[in-house]
């Protein structure tokens, strides 16, 4: 159960997309927001002035998720700054576009590190805080329908993403006993400035295999978010809310 004590809520990845959607979502429900970001710092600036202006309190730091040391200096000025977080948004991730047999290593190495390692190291470190502090908390990890399902082209993705909830459910199991709930939320479609790059007519061509026949938009993520942050999933831990409309799901049916 969240404490009064510690309203603070780290976003990593935030300047941008889904990640500015959840943080501004939680500022409107009352989080002092600590929200990580690794370039564009001019949106970061934006995101922050959005933030204070719905009357609560905004630290934006440049920090790679994936980096041990800056991950460590971030939370220790969380700390100083407001004290335990109580809640941590894992974010923060990036994809790369190539086949199996295409897949650089290099590229790899760097979707894991950001997505999988920050994953693990952002936690670790709130976590941490929380056990110290005796304050309990939330954690939600943002995953992806390929939690579960095989993205073409998208091979170290998913292994991140699947990584992510089999990372929820041990985290889940080890941090309970401290009053810690640790919960992933899988998005499906969602349209943001960077997916509707993805090609010509994103919100058409995935509105028509969604059951509930649109897309999604970062809101929806984000009220999600809120929802597992908040005393209403007190006894909610451990498990993947999927916020995708039902595209993930169905079956594939030839007729």
């Given at each position: 159960m969240t404490h009064?004590?510690?309203?603070?809520?780290v976003v990593t990845g935030a300047n941008t997309g889904i990640g500015q959607s959840i943080a501004l979502k939680l500022a409107q429900a009352g989080w002092d927001i600590a929200f990580t970001y690794i370039a564009d710092a001019a949106a970061a600036r934006q995101v922050e002035a959005q933030i204070v202006a719905l009357g609560v309190r905004c630290l934006a730091r440049s920090c790679d998720a994936g980096l041990k040391p800056q991950v460590d200096a971030f939370f220790a000025e969380v700390e100083v700054w407001g004290g335990p977080p109580g809640l941590l948004v894992n974010n923060a991730g990036i994809q790369t576009w190539a086949s199996l047999l295409d897949l650089e290593e290099e590229a790899w190495d760097r979707v894991i590190r950001t997505n999988l390692k920050g994953c693990f190291l952002n936690t670790q470190a709130a976590a941490r805080l929380m056990v110290h502090h005796k304050t309990g908390g939330a954690i939600v990890n943002i995953g992806s329908g390929c939690n579960k399902l095989a993205f073409p082209k998208l091979v170290d993705y998913t292994a991140s993403k699947g990584g992510i909830e089999q990372f929820t459910k041990v985290a889940a199991a080890e941090l309970g006993p401290f009053g810690v709930r640790v919960n992933c939320v899988a998005p499906g479609a969602i349209e943001t400035e960077r997916t509707?790059?993805?090609?010509?007519d994103y919100a058409g061509e995935?509105?028509?295999?969604?059951?509930?026949?649109?897309?999604?938009?970062?809101?929806?993520?984000?009220k999600a978010v809120v929802f597992l942050a908040s005393p209403d999933a007190d006894f909610i831990t451990g498990q993947t809310l999927a916020v995708d409309g039902g595209v993930f799901s169905q079956a594939p049916w030839p007729y």
């Open positions: 009064p004590r510690n309203r603070i809520a509707k790059n993805e090609s010509g995935w509105s028509k295999l969604t059951p509930l026949r649109r897309v999604g938009r970062g809101e929806d993520v984000a």
